[in-house]
C-alpha cells in the first residue's frame, strides 16, 4: 500500500510559477511510477505528467511540454512537478498517483493508487 499526499497548490497569477510536491509512504515506494493528472471544473481529469521509478523516463502531455518538470527523489519518498510559465487553463486540482509496475508510461499505465488533490489557480 502506498499513500500519497499532495501540496503546493495555490493562488499565481499568470506567467508564475508554482511547484507542487507528492510525498509518499510506504516503504517499497522507489518501485512505483509516479504520475500527475488535473481536473478541472466541468471538465474531465487529464494526464500531465508521468515519471518512471528507476530509469527516470518522463512522459507530458503536449500542452505542458517545456513549461512544467516532472522529478523524483526516492530517498525522500517525493515526487515534485515544477510549473513555469502558468497559464489560467492550468487551473485545475491536481492529482498525484502511483503505478506498482514502476514504468508509469503515460495516461494509460496502471496507477492503483491516488492522492487527495491540491488546487492550483492561475489568474490572468
Known amino acids: 500500500q502506498v499513500q500519497l499526499v499532495e501540496s503546493g497548490g495555490g493562488l499565481v497569477q499568470a506567467g508564475g510559477s508554482l511547484r507542487l510536491s507528492c510525498a509518499a509512504s510506504g516503504r517499497t515506494f522507489s518501485a512505483y511510477g509516479v504520475g500527475w493528472f488535473r481536473q478541472a471544473p466541468g471538465k474531465e481529469r487529464e494526464f500531465v505528467a508521468s515519471i518512471s521509478a528507476t530509469a527516470g523516463k518522463t512522459y507530458y502531455t503536449d500542452s505542458v511540454k517545456g513549461r512544467f518538470t516532472i522529478s523524483i527523489n526516492n530517498a525522500k519518498n517525493m515526487v515534485y512537478l515544477q510549473m513555469n510559465s502558468l497559464k489560467p487553463e492550468d487551473t485545475a486540482v491536481y492529482y498525484c498517483?502511483?503505478?506498482?509496475?514502476?514504468?508509469?508510461?503515460?495516461?494509460?499505465?496502471?496507477?492503483?493508487?491516488w492522492g487527495q488533490g491540491t488546487q492550483v489557480t492561475v489568474s490572468s
Open positions: 498517483a502511483a503505478d506498482p509496475t514502476g514504468w508509469a508510461r503515460g495516461a494509460r499505465a496502471p496507477y492503483d493508487y
